[in-house]
Structures are given as C-alpha cells and as structure tokens.
C-alpha cells in the first residue's frame, strides 16, 4: 500500500525517489548467498587442492607417511599459522610421521612431546588464547584426557609448543634447538636436527601478505 501511495502522489522528481526506493527493496529480497564473492563450497575446494599440493610436494621429498596424517600435518600448520612445508619437514625429523613413535626419553607420537610439557602447553593454549579450541579440546586439556598417541591431541599439542618456541626465541634455528633439547639448546643450534627443517626463514606465517 505504501508503494501505490507513493505512485498516486508523483508528481515529477518525486517520481524518480519512488523508482529509486523500488530498486533498494529489490535488492534486500535478493538472496545473499547469490552475490556472495565467494562460496563456502568453493573454498572448500580451493583448500583441499592446496592440501592436494602440500602432499604432492611432502612425497616429492621422499616422506613416507600415511597421506591422511600428513593432510592432518597440513591442517594444523595452517591452524597455527606456520609454514606448512616447515612443519611437514619437522614431524619427519621427530618421527618419521608415525603415531607410535616413543622416544628414549619418553616423549611420545608425531611430533615427540613429553607428558610434562604437554600438561604445561594445555595451560598455555587455554588461558592464553593461542588459538580458537572446540569445546571437546577444552575438556580434555583441562582435565589431562588427552592421548599424546593419537594423531589430532598430538597435533595441537606439538604445533602449539613448537608456536610458542618460535615466539619466545630469537631465530627459528633456536626454536628447533629448544625443542630438541630444552635448556642445553645452545649445542645444538648447528646440529643436522636443525639444519633439516630449517631454512633460515620464518617459520610464522603473515597473513596480511
């Protein structure tokens, strides 16, 4: 009714404001999900190509690991904002990408993490805000029934201390160090460990470039 009022009572330029008025109301009744830039589904897409390329290139530096766990490698390294390339290189020098690996010293799976200093990460990532944890990691964290056998505990606990090494040192080199060796680091800033992963670049990825 308030579009045939506006109709009867044009009178010239009013005629033009009605027109107008019409054209916004249009709009609002389109479907936002049709003139969205881009869609969920095709970033799902996208994403999974790159994963598709981080794998293809993990084989192509002979790492043998089961294509789902280096997918999940993958994941998390873009979780944390970290060079996936990196870390795939990383895991690989811990354990050779398989979840049972258990160390003489007792750290355990994927990425060699010991009880003590997951317990100690666990507080980081929940009091800290390191990253966004779903309710179930919360859980778990807070009440020590994480299992550092299984792939996707492992993950987040490993990429999140190897995160918050990187931050608190001066190079990535005795960030790798510190991981391997926790306070005697400084022998092995030169050793073969460090010198396989890194490259001498940021590990932490900008994600304003």
């Known amino acids: 009714m308030l579009v045939q009022f506006q109709f009867k009572h044009d009178i010239g330029g009013k ?3 009605s027109l107008i008025m ?3 109301l249009s709009l609002f009744l389109i479907p936002l999900g049709n003139i969205e830039p881009i869609s969920e589904v095709r970033w799902q897409r996208d994403y999974k190509e790159i994963q598709k390329r981080a794998l293809f290139h993990a ?3 002979g790492i043998k690991g089961d294509s789902k766990i280096i997918k999940r490698a993958f994941d998390y390294s873009v979780r944390f904002g970290m060079r996936w390339d990196v870390v795939i290189r990383w895991i ?4 050779s990408f398989i979840p049972s690996a258990t160390s003489r010293v007792d750290a355990k799976g994927l990425t060699q993490v010991m009880d003590a200093t997951a317990d100690y990460v666990g507080k980081i990532l929940i009091y800290s805000g390191m990253i966004g944890l779903t309710k179930t990691e919360e859980e778990k ?4 029934r994480y299992n550092l056998y299984d792939v996707e505990d492992n993950l987040l606990l490993g990429c999140a201390y190897l995160k918050f090494l990187i931050l ?3 190079n990535p080199e005795e960030a790798f160090a510190r991981y391997l060796a926790g306070k005697r680091w400084i022998e092995f800033i030169n050793s073969r460990y460090v010198q396989r992963i890194s490259d001498g670049k940021p590990v932490i990825v900008n994600p304003f470039l």
Request: with cysteine; glycine share 4%.
């Open 22 to 24: 019409i054209g916004l």
């Open 92 to 95: 690989q020098s811990e354990s």
């Open 141 to 144: 964290l807070k009440n020590n």
């Open 168 to 170: 608190c040192s001066e």
């Open 15 to 17: 005629k033009y404001h």
């Open 59 to 61: 084989r192509s530096c």
